[in-house]
T-cell receptor, first 116, second 113 residues
Framework: GAVVSQHPSWVICKSGTSVKIECRSLDFQATTMFWYRQFPKQSLMLMATSNEGSKATYEQGVEKDKFLINHASLTLSTLTVTSAHPEDSSFYIC????????????FGPGTRLTVL | DAKTTQPNSMESNEEEPVHLPCNHSTISGTDYIHWYRQLPSQGPEYVIHGLTSNVNNRMASLAIAEDRKSSTLILHRATLRDAAVYYCILRDVGTGTASKLTFGTGTRLQVTL
């Protein structure tokens, strides 16, 4: 099956720094990727839709200047958490459907961000 | 978005079948029913999806009510590795080719020996 990877799998940073999380589709091309955030014991919350070659679409309430998304190629999307604060500590997960096959989405293993 | 309602948690014994229910009384004609599951500290994985007819795959079966207002995910023989949170999600195919998924709270399945 299709594989989506994320890097890093976990990261600890100081408050005020920026953190970049990568999402890669390893064996397929993804024109669209999705970014989710999940707090402990809660469900996944969609943050934004990442589109290759164009601007990301953010969900209501998600600050686009704080969560920068770049989808530079058909296999890579990045999420940068700028000026991270402790409340940004969460589990960040990306997903991607196969091109032309929206019925199945493949999820990455997630990145656990801890901001001190 | 049409919403789904699932029990918060369920328990099953290993090797026994598990029926996970989902209510979606406001489902529209263009909504597909999807099931994903999330094992602890991992990203979700696709389980199964369907529109009107019952569906089977190597992981599970999906039984869809005739009026489509409810569905049931069936794990034929639960194992300890099936312990996860199971999400029932409606995906509107009318919104484009890469429709986003809206996750509810899901059902936490516990499997015991």
């Amino acid at each position: 099956g299709a594989v989506v990877s994320q890097h890093p799998s976990w990261v600890i940073c100081k408050s005020g720094t920026s953190v970049k999380i990568e999402c890669r589709s390893l064996d397929f091309q993804a024109t669209t990727m999705f970014w989710y955030r999940q707090f402990p014991k809660q469900s996944l919350m969609l943050m934004a839709t990442s589109n290759e070659g164009s601007k990301a679409t953010y969900e209501q309430g998600v600050e686009k200047d704080k969560f920068l998304i770049n989808h530079a190629s058909l296999t890579l999307s990045t999420l940068t958490v700028t000026s991270a604060h402790p409340e940004d500590s969460s589990f960040y997960i990306c997903s991607a459907p196969l091109a032309g096959r929206p019925d199945t989405q493949y999820f990455g293993p997630g990145t656990r961000l801890t901001v001190l | 978005d049409a919403k789904t309602t699932q029990p918060n948690s369920m328990e099953s014994n290993e090797e026994e079948p598990v029926h996970l229910p989902c209510n979606h009384s406001t489902i529209s004609g263009t909504d597909y029913i999807h099931w994903y599951r999330q094992l602890p500290s991992q990203g979700p994985e696709y389980v199964i999806h369907g529109l009107t007819s019952n569906v089977n795959n190597r992981m599970a079966s999906l039984a869809i009510a005739e009026d489509r207002k409810s569905s049931t995910l069936i794990l034929h023989r639960a194992t300890l590795r099936d312990a996860a949170v199971y999400y029932c999600i409606l995906r509107d195919v009318g919104t484009g080719t890469a429709s986003k998924l809206t996750f509810g709270t899901g059902t936490r399945l516990q499997v015991t020996l």
